[in-house]
Nanobody
Framework: QVQLVESGGGLVQTGGSLRLSCAASGRIFNMMGWYRQAPGKQRELVATFTRGGNTNYGDSVKGRFTISRDNAKNTVYLQMNSLKPEDTAVYYC?????????WGQGTQVTVSS
């Protein structure tokens, strides 16, 4: 059974940092990444990372967030620095395949002003 299990969300003040983790089990994924969804808004790309080392970031987080990956642990991380109130959202781990798009359960990140 494939599972994506996230951890690391929480409440932080503006300018603070958080680190999210997503551990995958059940299969190996070429690409893993993070999306987020704020109340009343569409889910948006945060960052992705392929097993080959290619990364992609959403425009709103470039220069502040860093995605990394431990292939041996089948885990992807998201280091979030210089957090802003507009980063408040539920963050979802994502692992797309040809036949199915896997999602984690989501972890809440709240940035207070």
């Amino acid at each position: 059974q494939v599972q994506l299990v996230e951890s690391g969300g929480g409440l932080v003040q503006t300018g603070g940092s958080l680190r999210l983790s997503c551990a995958a089990s059940g299969r190996i994924f070429n690409m893993m990444g993070w999306y987020r969804q704020a109340p009343g808004k569409q889910r948006e790309l945060v960052a992705t990372f392929t097993r080959g080392g290619n990364t992609n970031y959403g425009d709103s987080v470039k220069g502040r967030f860093t995605i990394s990956r431990d292939n041996a642990k089948n885990t992807v991380y998201l280091q979030m620095n210089s957090l802003k109130p507009e980063d408040t959202a539920v963050y979802y781990c994502n692992a797309p395949t040809v036949g199915y798009n896997y999602w984690g359960q989501g972890t809440q990140v709240t940035v207070s002003s």
